[in-house]
């Protein structure tokens, strides 16, 4: 009994210790990914703007060269136009087929949830493979645009040559963009739709509310927090959307496909101008920051409370 | 404003394999206030959803009015529904959530103004009607449901215990006032509750239902004082009604040492035991009867109900007797407990249906209807 004591208290102390607050040893594997893999290369990129590398030998100091010489570009300013506008496009493409999508696939119907999963398939498959896929299936030759040449000769689609027009190019990428990105964010509006008290439904229901009118009045403002969220979500991704672009027009006709990240890119890996790509970074990443800060301070997204509160 | 038939209406979920409802047959008149009253799972709940189209109807058919609505939607039967937790729409003002029916059915914004205001004024949420439903008590919520529905103008209320919510001072304040306001409206209601309290207090008529099967339909009055059967006598009433076995014997039932009368006719089926209730307040103590233990007293002020038990014929046997303020006897004193004559409710043992009972209510009871109706 006498031997049991002493070890009996050590458990009793190595016990209190574990109550109190965790210490900050236990963030040290999240600190650590976060700094070896955002806040270093941030550091990195921004002070490789104000040198001149070409990827062999060492960088050296240049100052704000690089930064007058991409602000002078054209190509760099219209770069960022066209990224807002890929961004845009895609939200306004995606967010109402997701939503209409998504409150579908809420319904409880068993052949729902069997369309729902097929049609949940593209978010399992890289970004890479999607556009690999669709190069060779918008292909002009022997893709879908020569086997519906009645659809795509008809004059709307540029006569089936999709990626040499900028128009129709902006389409394709706003198009795979949708049909890579709706599942997700379908999951989304789904998950947010079931959330939705029935109650509020038969309400609506008894108060004379047809489907229509429901979908309106009740589901769509209980979806206010899950649009927030989704909405973001395509902002972030819209912004730095890359490698659709690299498979699918390599930011051509021209320019008119070459958004701020694979500009970035070009300079960095074809021209190897790595100041001049850091300068695109560091803009992008600010221009990033900015605007996810404006809509969370817009929407209220800071202050959101719970669209259920007081049912 | 409208009466209210329910024709064998059935509603058998799918799988189960008894009904939730089984052929309701109800007929409810015009400006009629009918609660329908039964312990959880007794399809009471059930019952209104079908009336008010949220569950299909199985088999049978309802209508309201001249017109049948058994395989109506909800929105074309005309009817306004206050639920359990309200149902208050989160993101609308009181206005708007009171305003939502009419603005539905294209009402102008003036006239729906005017109306919401009216209810407003009725119901006391006119300093409310900018706010959010989040920023209300329980209390208002419910007045706001209430608004909702009464705005409409509806031909059917449908209540679906919408004071269980409520905290009890305000339940019974609410009570009054929902039983007011329906009857000064003149429209057709229809009330679910498991409260047997609340049923005698706010119904015109009762329907008492059990799995699914109307028990009774009748007034407070009625209920109470002619159960038809012994789940009735049993669920109404509070303290609920002392339900005992009792040996049928010549001239009557045997209760301890005394022999109740009962008419003969009403025996001859019964067999050798009956089943046998009295309400509490037609228990009387002293004299002959059934010497009972005393195990607690439950003082009321005015009144006061005595927990005993007893031993009948070798079987324990619990009873509540009323008695009167400051005739409250000591715990574990022995008393003798007898029903008043003719007070005495007798039900077949193993139907449970009534065989025979009081005619008329006794003072005491009638006091008590007086005071629940």
């Given at each position: ?42 550091g ?101 645009p020569?086997e ?39 999951l ?19 108060d004379?509310a ?6 309106f ?15 973001v ?13 690299l ?65 | ?21 089984s052929e309701?047959?109800?007929r ?22 079908m ?74 949420l ?10 209300l ?30 905290d ?34 706010m ?71 009956v089943?046998?209730?009295v ?24 009144d ?18 009323r ?13 003798t ?14 139907t ?22």
């Amino acid at each position: 009994m006498t031997t049991l004591t002493p070890r009996g208290r050590t458990g009793r102390n190595s016990g209190g210790a574990r109550i109190g607050r965790p210490s900050f040893l236990w963030s040290m594997p999240a600190i650590t990914f976060f700094a070896l893999f955002a806040i270093v290369p941030l550091g990195v990129v921004a002070w490789l703007s104000f040198n001149s590398w070409d990827a062999i030998g060492s960088p050296h100091w240049v100052g704000t060269a690089n930064w007058s010489a991409m602000f002078s570009d054209p190509v760099f300013l219209k770069s960022f136009r066209i990224t807002a506008l890929l961004t845009a496009l895609g939200i306004v493409t995606q967010t109402p087929v997701s939503l209409l999508i998504g409150v579908w696939a809420a319904g409880p119907q068993r052949n729902r949830a069997v369309l729902s999963a097929l049609y949940f398939i593209p978010l399992l498959m890289s970004s890479l493979a999607i556009s690999v896929v669709w190069v060779s299936l918008l292909n002009p030759y022997f893709g879908l645009p020569h086997e519906l040449h009645a659809v795509f000769g008809a004059g709307l689609f540029n006569d089936g040559f999709l990626f040499s027009s900028p128009t129709t190019a902006i389409g394709v990428l706003t198009f795979v963009g949708m049909w890579q990105w709706t599942p997700f964010h379908t999951l989304i509006y789904q998950g947010g739709a079931r959330a939705i008290p029935d109650v509020l439904y038969q309400a609506a229901a008894i108060d004379g509310a047809g489907r229509v009118r429901q979908f309106f009045h009740i589901t769509l403002p209980q979806l206010r927090n899950t649009m927030m969220t989704s909405v973001v979500l395509m902002l972030v991704g819209g912004l730095t959307t890359f490698d659709t672009i690299l498979v699918l027009t390599q930011g051509q006709p021209g320019t008119s496909t070459t958004s701020a990240a694979y500009y970035m890119y070009t300079k960095a890996f074809q021209s190897f101008q790595f100041g001049n790509a850091s300068v695109i970074a560091v803009v992008l990443a600010v221009f990033t920051t900015l605007l996810s800060l404006i809509v969370v301070r817009v929407s209220g997204w800071d202050r959101m409370r719970s669209t259920q509160e007081g049912i | 404003m409208a009466t209210v038939v329910f024709d064998h209406a059935t509603r058998v979920y799918p799988g189960a394999a008894e009904p939730a409802v089984s052929e309701l047959d109800l007929r409810i008149s015009d400006g009629e206030f009918l609660v329908l009253v039964g312990p959880s799972g007794c399809g009471k709940s059930t019952s209104l959803r079908m009336l008010a189209g949220l569950e299909d109807v199985s088999s049978g058919r309802i209508a309201i009015g001249e017109r049948d609505v058994t395989y109506m939607a909800p929105k074309d039967r005309d009817i306004a529904m206050v639920f359990q937790n309200y149902a208050l729409y989160p993101h609308m003002s009181v206005a708007e959530n009171m305003g939502f029916a009419l603005r539905i059915a294209g009402v102008g914004k003036q006239e729906r103004a005017a109306r919401v205001a009216e209810a407003a004024r009725l119901l006391d949420l006119e300093p409310l009607l900018d706010r959010k439903p989040k920023a209300l008590s329980g209390g208002q919520r419910q007045r706001v449901a209430m608004g909702r529905a009464i705005v409409r103008n509806p031909q059917v209320f449908l209540m679906d215990e919408p004071l269980s919510n409520l905290d009890a001072k305000l339940r019974v304040q609410t009570r009054s006032q929902i039983s007011s306001l329906t009857r000064r409206l003149g429209v057709t209601t229809v009330y679910v509750t498991h409260d047997q309290v609340e049923a005698l207090t706010m119904g015109d008529r009762i329907a008492v239902m059990r799995a699914g099967v109307l028990q009774q339909l009748g007034t407070p009055r009625e209920l109470y004082n002619a159960p038809r059967n012994v789940f009735v006598a049993g669920f109404i009433g509070s303290p609920a009604m002392n339900v005992f076995p009792a040996r049928v014997v010549e001239g009557g039932v045997q209760i301890g040492t005394t022999v109740v009368a009962v008419e003969r006719s009403a025996l001859a089926d019964a067999g050798a035991e009956v089943t046998v209730g009295v309400r509490p307040e037609d228990l009387v103590a002293g004299g002959d009867g059934l010497t009972v233990t005393v195990d607690l007293v439950e003082e009321l002020g005015a009144d006061g109900y005595l927990y005993a038990h007893g031993d009948m014929e070798g079987r324990r046997l619990d009873l509540v007797a009323r008695v009167a303020g400051g005739e409250y006897p000591q715990l574990g004193e022995l008393v003798t407990l007898a029903a008043r004559p003719g007070r005495l409710h007798v039900f077949h043992a193993q139907t449970g249906e009534r065989l025979s009972g009081p005619v008329g209510p006794s003072a005491a009871s009638r006091q008590a209807a007086v005071a629940a109706g």
